[in-house]
C-alpha cells in the first residue's frame, strides 16, 4: 500500500505519492492539484490526497507510466506561460491564480502585482465562496459578480475585472479546459469618462512659489513644465539631461506598487510606459537653475553623511537628503497637504499633467505636437483626455453670440450697410479664439460625444 502526503511548491498544493517499484525501490510521484496554497484551502487538498491515494491503490500503473493520465495532468505551464490541462476539476479562483502565475514572465512586474491584487483579493474569493467549479461558470455568475461589485465601486473598476476574467477563460477555452467562454456573453460596464481638474497659469505661479525650496520643488516642477507621469519624475536619471544641447529625454520610470499582505514595492525601469512614451524635450532654463541647485545639494549630502549615503542610487535626480530614491507616495501626500494649506483649489499631482496640456492647446500648440510632449500613444487621447478649456473661452462663445444677434437687427435696421456689417463679424467671431486650429478644436468638441476608458 502507498504512502501519501500533501507538499507546497510555488503557493500550490501537490501530492506526493510514496510507493515500491517492482525491485523494492522506494520512489515518490508528485501530483499536481492545482489547488492553491492559500488559507482555507488545506481541507480540499486533503480530499485530493485521500482520493489520490485510494485511486493510486487500485490501479498504480496509471500514476506510474511515463504519460501521465488525464487524472494527473491535472494543469500544467507550457515554456509560453500558457495552461494547458486535460481536466478542469478545479476551483476558478484556483484557476485565476494559476492562470495568472502561468503568465508572470510575459507581463511588466507592476502590472503582474496589479492583476495579483484584484485576482487574490476579489474575483477568486467571491468565486471561492460560493464553491464554483471552472467547468461549472456560467455567464449569469459573473454578471452577478459584476453587480454585486457596482454597488461599491466604479464601472472602470469592474471593466478591469473583466478583462483578467475574459482572458483567463479565453485561454481556459483554448487549452480545452471548457467548451466555451462564459465571459463572451457578458457584457462589460459601460466605460466612465474622466475629465481631471487643472491649474490656469495664474494658480500654477502661486503653487511654484508654496513648493519653492520644499522636498517635493523638483517633481511638481516636471510635472506643470513637462505633464511628466509621476513615474516619468520619479525615474529621471542626471543622464537623461543633456546640457550641452539643452535637452531631456524621458527614459526611465519609477513606480510603487502593491505587493499583497500590506507591502508596497519600488520598481525601477530602464523603460517607460509606451514607444510614444520615450521622447526627446528641450530643457527650459527655470529646470535648469534647479538642476544645478540639486546637484550640489545632493554632492554637499553626499560628503556630509560619508557612508551613510546610498551610493547605489547616485544616478537618479530625485533623492532624499541619505540618497535614497524619492518615495511616490509621499510626494503624492506632500502635495495633497500643500494644497489643503493654501488658498489654491483642490487637485490631484497628476492634474498638472492636465494643467500643462491645456495650457499648451491654449498657446494654440496643434495637438500632434502636445501628444509628443506628453508621450501619449495616440493623438486621440491627447484630445480625448488632456485638452479642456476653461470658463474664458464658453464666456468668449456666448458673448460672441450676442454680438452676432445684435448685429442681424442692426442690418435689418440698416440694409445699406451690410457688407460693411458682416466684415466686423467676421473679424469678431475670429477673436474669440486664438487662431484657427483652436476653433476647430472648439466647434469639433461641440459636435461629438466621447467615451473612453483610463
Known sequence: MA????????????????????????????????????????????????????????????????KESPLTDIISNTNEGEISAKSSKMLFGDYLKQWLEGHKQNIEENTYFTYKNIIHQVIAPHFDKKNIMLDELTDKDIKEFYSERLETVKNNTVIRYHANIRKALEDAFINGLIP?????????????????????????????????????????????????????????????????????????????????????????????????????????????????????????????????YNKKCTEYVCVDKLGNIMNPDNITKQFKLLIKGSDLKIIRLHDLRHSCATLLRRQGIPLEDIQHWLGHSSVN??????????????????????????????????????????????EDNNDIFENDAEREWYEDDETKTRDFEM
Request: glycine share 4%.
Open 180 to 308: 466555451v467562454n462564459p465571459a463572451a456573453k457578458v457584457k462589460k460596464p459601460r466605460a466612465e469618462s474622466f475629465i481631471g481638474d487643472y491649474y490656469n497659469a495664474a494658480e500654477l505661479q502661486k503653487l511654484f512659489e508654496l513648493v519653492k525650496g520644499k522636498k517635493i520643488e523638483f517633481p511638481v516642477l516636471m510635472c506643470a513644465y513637462y505633464g511628466l507621469r509621476r513615474s516619468e519624475a520619479v525615474g529621471l536619471k542626471w543622464s537623461a539631461f543633456d546640457f550641452y544641447y539643452n535637452t531631456l529625454t524621458i527614459k526611465h520610470t519609477v513606480v510603487k506598487v502593491s505587493t499583497g499582505k500590506g507591502e508596497r514595492k519600488l520598481i525601477k525601469k530602464d523603460r517607460v510606459k509606451t514607444k510614444k512614451s520615450y521622447r526627446t524635450l528641450p530643457l527650459i532654463p527655470e529646470i535648469v537653475k534647479l538642476l544645478t541647485k540639486i546637484k550640489t545639494e545632493q554632492e554637499t549630502n553626499k560628503n556630509y553623511f560619508g557612508e551613510k
Open 3 to 66: 504512502a501519501g502526503k500533501l507538499r507546497i511548491k510555488k503557493d500550490f498544493y501537490y501530492v506526493v505519492i510514496s510507493y515500491a517499484d517492482n525491485e523494492s525501490n522506494r520512489k515518490e510521484k508528485w501530483l499536481k492539484t492545482g489547488i492553491s496554497a492559500a488559507k482555507g484551502n488545506k481541507k480540499k487538498a486533503e480530499a485530493m490526497l485521500a482520493k489520490y491515494k485510494t485511486e493510486f491503490d487500485v490501479n498504480p500503473n496509471q500514476f506510474i507510466a511515463e
Open 381 to 426: 487621447t491627447t484630445e480625448m483626455i488632456y485638452a479642456h478649456f476653461d470658463n474664458i473661452i464658453h464666456l468668449k462663445s456666448a458673448a460672441s453670440i450676442g454680438q452676432a444677434l445684435q448685429r442681424a437687427t442692426d442690418i435689418n435696421a440698416n440694409d445699406a450697410q451690410e457688407t460693411d456689417i458682416f466684415e466686423d463679424e467676421y
